[in-house]
């Protein structure tokens, strides 16, 4: 069990790790025993987050060329459908060659009970197993890390399995997603810091309140770490000026009401802002999806025939329904509905209170749009100097 703690509106919360760290712990494990040929109890992993973790093992199994175990996950005090799974790897020679003086070669795969890509946009191509980019780097880095201590300079096979994965896969958004056949492996971190959305909320108010003090009444406000590193990389924003408000839009704006704010900017990915054209201010996907249907709604606007809208609403996310319209040639029009109706939205609930404005992005595309004062906006917030 992980002994590390966040407070949380004097809540004192477990934090816990992700299928990622698991899928490494038990990665580095089982190459141990296979490399070295003992037997462990246990395993260290350093976490991304720089939180060093200390997992027992489970259901060792040693084969005549590979050895497997399981790493269970332990999502602390925010628990989610996969907590209290096995997470296992298994390890296994290649008759691979290397040429003499090439590093190891490690391949990953997924086996029961993680999921498969079925359908194009998301991180992994179609076809490939659902472990994310991270967790994947982890597990690489695990593994070399002992055929390096060992000396070993072949190709292993590391294959990620989780027993009841594919049932608790059905419980979660995967197969919205088009990722059939079980969990994914996730995490940017390789910790699960754990947060009541009652805390949450409230945190955003404190967060909003010390911002305004310290500043000049402007805000930017992102909904997470996609609109971070956007905001960082591409706007050249000062992320010390900037909070996040998660997916609670609507809370946001009542409490810079309430908090005499002079005026907020909202960055945001396409996957969440979109919801926004509808009006939806809370855009977690267990209150409101419909992100195909108002972008398919903002493609008819935009002129689209219907065989473009059906393929729209057929796409797995946001970013594959982008692609579809700009191949299209109508992406850039309904981008400009798309931001209107953000727009509309945003000034409806704020009442007149203050100034609101939006700019709405994706990882591939890049700015997709703005409403007609966030730039300036984001000059008197004082983040940018690059728009």
């Not at 027992?56 to 925010?78: A, N, T």
């Not at 911002?211 to 930017?220: A, C, D, H, K, T």
């Not at 960082?232 to 000062?238: F, M, S, T, Y």
């Amino acid at each position: 069990m992980l002994e590390e703690y966040v407070v949380k509106q004097n809540k004192r919360l477990r934090c816990g790790y992700t299928t990622g760290s698991s899928a490494a712990a038990a990665a580095k494990a089982a190459a141990e025993m296979l490399l070295g040929g003992g037997e462990i109890s246990c395993t260290e992993l350093m976490t991304p987050k720089g939180i060093r973790l200390k997992l027992d093992l489970e259901q060792v199994v040693r084969g005549e060329d590979f050895v497997s175990c399981g790493v269970r996950k332990d999502g602390g005090d925010d628990p989610d459908a996969t907590n209290g799974l096995l997470i296992c790897a298994r390890v296994e020679y290649l008759e691979q060659k290397n040429i003499q003086g090439e590093a190891p070669r490690i391949s990953i795969d997924g086996g029961a009970g993680v999921g498969r890509v079925t359908l194009p946009g998301l991180e992994q191509p179609v076809g490939a197993a659902a472990i994310n980019r991270v967790p994947r780097q982890m597990i690489r880095e695990a593994v070399f890390e002992l055929c390096q201590a060992y000396g070993y300079t072949g190709s292993l096979k590391v294959t990620v399995s989780v027993p009841g994965g594919e049932e608790a896969g059905q419980r979660t958004f995967n197969p919205r997603l088009g990722i059939a056949g079980g969990i994914s492996i996730l995490g940017t971190t390789g910790i699960v810091e754990p947060m009541s959305e009652s805390a949450l909320i409230q945190s955003i108010k404190v967060e909003m309140k010390v911002q305004l003090e310290r500043g000049n009444g402007y805000l930017v406000v992102i909904p997470g770490n996609y609109g971070t590193v956007f905001s960082r990389n591409e706007l050249g924003v000062d992320e010390e000026r900037t909070m996040k408000c998660s997916n609670f839009i609507g809370e946001t704006l009542d409490f810079a009401a309430e908090l005499k704010a002079k005026g907020i900017l909202f960055i945001g990915h396409i996957g969440k802002f979109i919801k926004l054209s509808g009006g939806i201010m809370n855009t977690h996907s267990r209150n409101a999806d419909s992100r195909m249907e108002l972008l398919a709604a903002s493609a008819i606007r935009a002129g689209a025939p219907f065989p473009v809208l059906s393929e729209v609403l057929r796409a797995a996310t946001t970013d594959e329904g982008l692609r579809i319209l700009k191949e299209a040639g109508c992406l850039e029009t309904a981008m400009k509905h798309v931001t209107e109706r953000a727009g509309f939205y945003l000034r409806a609930r704020a009442g007149g209170a203050f100034q609101t404005e939006v700019m709405i992005f994706s990882n591939v595309y890049g700015l997709l749009g703005q409403t007609a004062g966030a730039a300036d906006l984001l000059e008197r917030a004082g983040g940018c100097g690059r728009i």
